[in-house]
């Protein structure tokens, strides 16, 4: 006796082989940022090309997938909570953006994608003279206290409906850096005119993360013949992850001192993970 399959719905062994080969997938790359994660040398020129290698990869797989695939998109307002040692050190909120997107696989509750955000933990600002023999001459010099972060996910998704779940799994890169810039003083000045980083540092990281998509706008439901734009839906997103992040030094506001022309920079080190709390909004093509 043969199963007849159900109109408009993929055959089982068609959706099943597709699940096992995006499970595949997914497990060689976390395999192989397991190898990373296993060796906590940055400083490893081997270790930098490999994680470049796979960010790399990952960008080239997305970009030869099927075009009937799920395209993704999202602009999300953070807050970074540090957590743990980072915390001891940190004592305050990082409040930032972040982008995403990526492909779900056909007919499959999977997808991969990109992610890349950034956090600022605050900043100082103080006028100076140009120089010593122009002191009449002041500008704004402004410290601010960074971080970047890159990271590739796998996402799980429920079926289609008005508010949708999902669980995240990530690996990537913290890339903490503090950027000084000299601009001119007062109220609606000119971009900076000179601008420098003058600390920076790298931790890799992993962790997961789980969140709602709202949908607000289907495609299906505008009733519009001449709508001919690609976008087939939009939602609001809502969100949370935490991210284990290795051990990296940086600077924090205060951190910087100067003292009889000299400056000195008081440098933290300790584990960097990570709670994200994410509010924004998505489209899927």
Known sequence: M???????????????????????????????FQEILSNSKWENKFLKTRLISLFTLIILFLSIQNLQAQWQGSIDFNLGAPQGAFSNEVERLGAGLNVSGGYQFRDSPFMIGLDLGFLNFGSDSRDEPLSSTIPDLRVRVDNSYNL?????FVRVLAPEMTVKPYLDGLVGFNYFYTETTISERGFGSAEPALRDTNFEDVALNYGFGSGIMINVFNRDGRGNANYTHNVNSA????????LFGNEAEYLKKGSI??????????????????????????IVF
Not at 148 to 152: L, M, S
Not at 235 to 242: C, L, N, T, W
């Open 257 to 282: 001192t100067r003292e009889n022309g000299e400056v000195f920079f008081d440098v933290q080190k300790s584990k960097t993970d990570l709670l994200y709390f994410k509010l924004g909004v998505g």
């Open 148 to 152: 970047a972060t890159g990271n590739i």
């Open 2 to 32: 043969k199963l007849k399959g159900v109109p408009g719905l993929p055959s089982a062994p068609f959706f099943c082989k597709n699940i096992f080969q995006n499970l595949h997938l997914s497990l060689q790359f976390c395999v192989s």
């Open 235 to 242: 939602y609001v997103h809502i969100g949370a992850r935490y």
